[in-house]
């Protein structure tokens, strides 16, 4: 176990809705990043937040968004599902705002279905 | 273009046997590199993270060693067992806003 939790586990929604992924970090961690991992493929930076700021962005569709809350926990917003989107989407955490040479750590995932 | 190749894509060998799985990087400047295991549906866990200075690092049965000049890395399973099935990744943080090059990820089946 990591010390990050993912709800919900999974999740199957229709196209067009919009849906809302939670992730708690590790105890003392500032930094969550999100993930998104399809089918057999490698997994897919989307965004970093730092004690509830933006840090990074990687390739994030302007439908998905996220913020970081003042308790750390996370939440990442998915708008206008398309099949596309189903995927397994991962949280990670660390204790630094940068990578660098610091561990991630990351949760169990929520599995998105999109019908 | 900073790129993480990884082979091969996929490896089936007899439980108890050893493999061998190579990552080769074109990252620059080079933080660190660190390999990962990914069991089906589960999030990615640590095995090793390696820096520039280090050519060996062990975790276990995991043997990971680094050759900087040649930018190649490669992760060794000594007497595989049936639990180390699973996707291995490489992934390379570059050194200038430490961003992580993640490759494809080696798919290795342990059979009885």
């Known amino acids: 176990d990591s010390g990050v939790t993912q709800t919900p586990k999974h999740l199957i929604t229709a196209t067009g809705q919009r849906v809302t992924l939670r992730c708690s970090p590790r105890?003392?961690?500032?930094?969550v990043y999100w993930y998104q991992q399809s089918l057999d493929q490698g997994l897919q930076f989307l965004i970093q937040?730092?004690?509830?700021?933006?840090?990074a962005k990687g390739n994030i569709l302007e439908r998905f968004s996220a913020q970081q809350f003042p308790d750390l926990h996370s939440e990442l917003n998915l708008s206008s599902l398309e099949l596309g989107d189903s995927a397994l989407y991962f949280c990670?955490?660390?204790?630094?705002?940068?990578?660098?040479?610091?561990?991630?750590?990351f949760g169990p995932g929520t599995r998105l279905t999109v019908l | 273009k900073n790129q993480v190749e990884q082979s091969p894509q996929s490896l089936i060998i007899l439980e108890g046997k050893n493999c061998t799985l190579q990552?080769?990087?074109?990252?620059?400047?080079?933080?660190?590199l660190r390999w990962y295991k990914q069991d089906t549906g589960r999030g990615p866990v640590s095995l090793t993270i390696?820096?520039?200075s280090e050519n060996t690092k062990s975790n276990g049965r995991y043997t990971a060693t680094l050759d900087a000049d040649t930018k190649q890395s490669s992760l060794h399973i000594t007497a595989s067992q049936l639990s180390d099935s699973a996707s291995y990744i490489c992934?390379?943080?570059?050194?200038?806003?430490?961003?992580?090059?993640w490759g494809a990820g080696t798919k290795l089946i342990i059979k009885p």
């Open positions: 990670a955490s660390s204790s630094s705002g940068s990578v660098g040479s610091v561990e991630q750590f």
């Open positions: 105890s003392g961690d500032l930094s």
């Open positions: 937040y730092y004690n509830g700021e933006e840090r």
């Open positions: 990552c080769n990087y074109t990252v620059s400047p080079f933080s660190n």
């Open positions: 390696m820096t520039f």
């Open positions: 992934v390379v943080c570059e050194g200038s806003n430490y961003q992580l090059i």
